[in-house]
């Protein structure tokens, strides 16, 4: 058995509303990206946590498709996922209560319903499906 590790570093200055921080990714891909509390909570350009969740998501669930279909003999051209996280806020505080997927693929030789099995399949084995288990999910897919 042998463990991958990935790491990221997130820091916060100040309260709650009028703080800031930086993220930054053990690769450097993000490096000093900065987040508040407008562009987590409010609809503010910039970058969150649940933005970063959707991402991690997205790739992991297309490229985990994408293998799926491949073992399964048909040739991927490509699979395209977006994953939206919901944050709902609510009088206790906010909660991620639903993340939905929306997969797209050019794959040769697979009807629409398998390729909807496949996805709906992904979404129970893909490693960041796994981890948020604990979240409602649906997925839907469609052939291009």
């Known amino acids: 058995m042998t463990d991958i590790l990935r790491s990221s570093e997130a820091s916060w200055h100040g309260d709650l509303r009028t703080g800031k921080g930086m993220i930054t990714s053990g690769s450097d891909v993000l490096k000093d990206t900065p987040y508040t509390f407008v562009t987590r909570f409010e609809d503010n350009s ?3 946590p649940e933005e970063l969740l959707a ?18 003999e048909h040739f991927v051209h490509h699979v395209r ?10 009088a206790t505080g906010s909660t991620i209560t639903k993340i939905t ?8 030789d697979v ?3 398998a390729f909807k099995t496949a996805a709906e399949e992904t979404m129970r084995t893909c490693i960041v499906s796994q981890a948020l288990s604990a979240i409602p999910m649906e997925v839907t897919a469609t052939l291009e």
């Open 46 to 48: 910039g970058s969150n």
């Open 55 to 72: 991402a991690a998501h997205a790739a992991c669930f297309s490229m985990a498709l994408a293998n799926l279909l491949s073992r399964k």
């Open 81 to 90: 996922t977006r994953a939206t996280v919901v944050l709902t806020k609510e």
């Open 101 to 108: 997927l929306e997969t797209f693929g050019k794959v040769e």
């Open 111 to 113: 009807a629409a319903d």
